[in-house]
């Protein structure tokens, strides 16, 4: 656990004051080894969390006991903005809360494949009412059967792909030719494919056809087709150490365990939240593990804060069917299949003036936080490893005015980092802060996006995207590459400062900056773009800049800038040998300093004769992005216990 050990007293005094509670009478407590017939002391516990959140109110505490809890918790009632309904784990104990249940019996069923019969939650990828069915070994995500085979890392953000032969036939009918495609004995009618082209990503069903060539029927029409395709969905396909293959008809379940063994610690997904705060306001939970499930809330919850959870394999899909129209913003295009399961993945913050602080968010198909409704705060957090489907779904995607979204550590993301979607978000994106927070390895699995991206006709008007650290990530393709701030399609009013961009390689366009309306003014100042920047229109305001990888700028007001013929004399600039951080701040005889123009509200607090240029002001203390937490991230697919 990532989380400071204290000692026990200590720890539950400090609690107790933090949530302004006087003593034990006022907490209940939960624990595997209660009743639900106990009263709810820490002598006599109850066995499950539901049967506290039904009696719990307002200002009082479920103390959670260490275990495993397989529920989804709905509260009875809502706290109050003095007085919270709190969920906490019990003097820093390891409590999870799963999504899953335990499966065994198994059988052997033919050379190293097993099965065993379990009723899974989806039918033939209906994808309504549970993602997708999911199954874990020692707490780790195992692969669907498919064709190519994720490598030994399974990892799903570096899944191994076959190249070409996805081509449209009209609407949604496409044939697939390529000659690594194998036969099946069973035949290919049934299975599923995934394909990726530039920014769009679907799903289709295969209709026939064998070895080198198949006939699809696609989630959605695309007249490009596709390039990057794997196939799922048949039991032939189950080849390979780890995967597993799920008959409906049957409901017999098939796995290829890690070690080739008979399995064991066999784990399947059946709930998907594990507390449903919708209709529910003023709850806090804190210091809880989830695994293989999230948290949502509703239009009316306020107030609710998920403080120093850990959470892991938060949701899981495999098709991308199109939103339904109703899920349309007014304003936006009919291409709702590329927001798929964008509104319904992650940790779900709808309504108003809720927080997600503290946390680690890790593995996700879709989101790893969603917002939707005015006034969240996401803060101080770790998102990782998330949108491995290629939505436009993103570690953190906003909907809705006045967020606040700061110090976050965002990393190994399928496409976009913090993503604006016109589809359901509209083009009202006003007041919206985006502040401090260190973005990399974006852009895994996609192309052209952003690590912040904003899409379309936006009106940013009265937020701020600032002091960001964009960085270390690698086109997925050479076409159309990867942006750092990428203000796609005229969206307009911006203000983009003291944000550092450096590292984005690979591919073609590879733009540190994206940005330029007729609309409005897009205000650009004291940036550190150490690559090439894209504006257009003219409609752009840029002073105080470093623009290391360019010449020059379109801007309709330009002045003091520095470009890529100026040795800057950072303190210590990128190499190639370095492990550790760059530090972009200047050295007193750097040509940027006092070099600048003040500008009011970017720079009033400047040393010297003059602001300086870029995104550190000499002098001063040097500003860090990214979230607080000491917590190592597996880069690999592995499970939390």
Same mark, same amino acid.
């Given at each position: 656990m990532y989380f400071t050990k204290l000692n026990n007293l200590f720890y539950t005094f400090l609690t107790f004051v933090s949530l302004g509670i006087s003593g034990c009478d006022e907490s209940y407590f939960v624990s595997p080894n209660g009743s639900d017939e106990n009263p709810g002391t820490i002598d006599r516990p109850f066995k499950t969390v539901q049967k506290c959140a039904?009696?719990?109110?307002p200002g009082k505490i479920c103390w959670l006991r260490e275990g495993t809890y397989r529920e989804?918790?709905?509260?009875? &009632?809502?706290?109050? /903005?003095?007085?919270?309904?709190?969920?906490?784990?019990?003097?820093?104990?390891?409590?999870?809360?799963?999504?899953?249940?335990?499966?065994?019996?198994?059988?052997?069923?033919?050379?190293?494949?097993?099965?065993?019969? &379990?009723?899974?939650?989806? /039918?033939?990828?209906?994808?309504?009412?549970?993602?997708?069915?999911?199954?874990?070994?020692?707490?780790? =995500? =195992?692969?669907?059967?498919?064709?190519?085979?994720?490598?030994?890392?399974?990892?799903?953000?570096?899944?191994?792909?076959?190249?070409?032969?996805?081509?449209?036939?009209?609407?949604t009918a496409a044939t697939i030719e390529n000659s690594e495609i194998p036969a099946l004995s069973e035949g290919w009618a049934g299975a599923k494919v995934w394909s990726n082209e530039w920014y769009t990503t679907r799903t289709g069903t295969i209709t026939g056809g064998t070895a080198g060539k198949l006939t699809a029927q696609m989630s959605a029409p695309w007249d490009r087709g596709g390039f990057w395709l794997y196939f799922f969905g048949k039991l032939e396909l189950l080849d390979a150490e780890g995967e597993w293959f799920y008959d409906d008809s049957s409901q017999n379940l098939y796995l290829w365990s890690p070690d080739s063994k008979t399995p064991s610690a066999v784990e399947v997904k059946q709930r998907n939240f594990a507390f449903d705060l919708s209709e529910?306001?003023?709850?806090?939970?804190?210091?809880?593990?989830?695994?293989?499930?999230?948290?949502?809330?509703?239009?009316?919850s306020t107030g609710i804060?998920?403080?120093?959870?850990?959470?892991?394999?938060?949701?899981?899909?495999?098709?991308?069917?199109?939103?339904?129209?109703?899920?349309?913003?007014?304003?936006?295009?009919?291409?709702?299949?590329?927001?798929?399961?964008a509104n319904d993945t992650g940790i779900q913050l709808r309504g108003s003036g809720n927080t997600l602080k503290n946390s680690v968010i890790e593995w996700s198909s879709g989101n790893g936080v969603l917002l939707e409704g005015k006034n969240h705060q996401v803060? /101080?957090?770790?998102?990782?490893?998330?949108?491995?489907? &290629?939505?436009?779904?993103?570690?953190?995607?906003?909907?809705?005015?006045?967020?606040?979204i700061t110090h976050n550590t965002i990393t190994r993301a399928g496409r976009d980092a913090i993503s604006w979607d016109w589809h359901t978000a509209g083009i009202d994106g006003r007041n919206n802060e985006i502040a401090y927070n260190d973005i990399s390895q974006f852009g895994m699995l996609s192309t052209d996006l952003g690590a912040i991206y904003v899409c379309c006709h936006v009106n940013l008007e009265g937020g701020a995207i600032h002091h960001n650290w964009i960085r270390d990530t690698q086109a997925f393709s050479n076409a159309w590459g990867t942006r750092g701030i990428y203000l796609d399609l005229e969206s307009f009013n911006s203000t983009i400062h003291h944000n550092v961009v450096w590292n984005l390689i690979g591919g073609q366009d590879n733009y540190n900056l994206v940005a330029g309306s007729?609309?409005?003014?897009?205000?650009?100042?004291?940036?550190?773009?150490?690559?090439?920047?894209?504006?257009?229109?003219?409609?752009?305001?840029?002073? /105080?800049?470093?623009?290391?990888?360019?010449?020059?700028?379109?801007?309709?007001?330009?002045?003091?800038?520095?470009?890529?013929?100026?040795?800057?004399?950072? &303190?210590?600039?990128?190499?190639?040998?370095?492990?550790?951080?760059?530090?972009f701040s200047l050295k007193p005889d750097s040509p940027a300093v006092d070099a600048g123009v003040n500008i009011p509200g970017i720079t009033d607090d400047f040393k010297g004769d003059a602001p300086d240029i870029g995104?550190?002001?000499?002098?001063?203390?040097?500003?860090?992005a990214g979230s607080t937490l000491e917590y190592t991230l597996e880069k690999n697919n592995r499970g939390m216990r």
């Open positions: 039904e009696i719990v109110q989804t918790v709905k509260p009875a &009632v809502s706290g109050t /903005n003095k007085e919270p309904i709190t969920f906490a784990a019990y003097e820093n104990e390891n409590v999870i809360l799963s999504g899953t249940e335990i499966v065994a019996d198994w059988t052997l069923d033919r050379d190293s494949i097993f099965r065993t019969n &379990v009723s899974l939650p989806v /039918n033939n990828y209906s994808d309504t009412g549970f993602f997708a069915n999911q199954v874990f070994v020692n707490g780790e =995500m =195992m692969p669907e059967a498919r064709f190519p085979n994720l490598d030994e890392k399974r990892d799903f953000l570096r899944p191994t792909l076959i190249g070409g032969g996805l081509k449209s036939e009209g609407g529910r306001s003023y709850i806090t939970v804190r210091n809880l593990n989830l695994f293989a499930n999230t948290i949502t809330t509703s239009d009316r804060v998920i403080d120093g959870i850990r959470a892991k394999y938060v949701s899981h899909h495999m098709t991308l069917p199109p939103l339904p129209e109703t899920e349309r913003a007014p304003d936006s295009d009919n291409a709702l299949f590329l927001a798929s399961h803060t /101080n957090n770790i998102i990782a490893s998330t949108n491995y489907m &290629v939505s436009y779904a993103a570690p953190v995607r906003i909907n809705g005015n006045g967020h606040k007729p609309r409005g003014y897009e205000r650009v100042f004291n940036n550190t773009f150490l690559g090439e920047v894209f504006t257009d229109g003219g409609s752009v305001d840029a002073r /105080n800049n470093i623009f290391a990888g360019s010449k020059s700028i379109v801007a309709d007001r330009e002045s003091n800038n520095l470009f890529i013929d100026t040795d800057v004399k950072f &303190v210590q600039p990128p190499t190639e040998e370095s492990k550790s951080l760059p530090d995104a550190y002001e000499q002098g001063k203390p040097v500003w860090q």
